[in-house]
């Protein structure tokens, strides 16, 4: 990234803070896999979501599916679905979220140089964080207290 202000610039940044976000998610898949936790697909919802662009990024840096749910308010749709279990209309959250929740799209993470790149900006984004424990760790000595 550069202090430019040009369109470029604001693209490279958008796509930087996107992947910073993903490899934050990636990070959160990694440590669901590592408890035995199955992850084969992301349902992903928000003002967001809608981005084929964010979705990519988020398939690409994860190597999971992208699910796009098929309503505007899937938040919404999940309480509907509590609602209709709680009131009996339904025996399971599975059930009522076979009946009633359909997915719309979904991305595939794509193979190959992206997914070489993404995995090589993971492993400095791990560097990072390494760095940033360390740094606090050193200077936490001299860390500004609050006065009584």
Not at 33 to 55: D, E, F, K, N, Y
Not at 64 to 75: Q, Y
């Amino acid at each position: 990234l550069d202090l430019d202000r040009g369109i470029e610039s604001l693209e490279r940044l958008y796509v930087a803070g996107l992947c910073g976000l993903a490899y934050g998610l990636a990070d959160v898949v990694e440590a669901m896999r590592a408890q035995r936790i199955s992850c084969g697909i992301m349902v992903i919802s928000g003002g967001a979501s809608r981005s084929p662009l964010v979705r990519q990024i988020m398939a690409d840096t994860t190597g999971l599916a992208v699910a796009l749910p098929a309503t505007a308010e899937p938040v919404l749709l999940g309480a509907a679905m509590l609602g209709a279990v709680a009131g009996g209309a339904y025996v399971s959250i599975d059930r009522a979220m076979e009946s009633m929740s359909r997915i719309a799209e979904v991305t595939q993470p794509r193979r190959g140089e992206i997914a070489e790149f993404h995995a090589a900006k993971r492993r400095i984004y791990a560097r990072m964080q390494a760095l940033d424990r360390e740094s606090r760790a050193v200077m936490r000595p001299f860390a500004v207290r609050p006065a009584n």
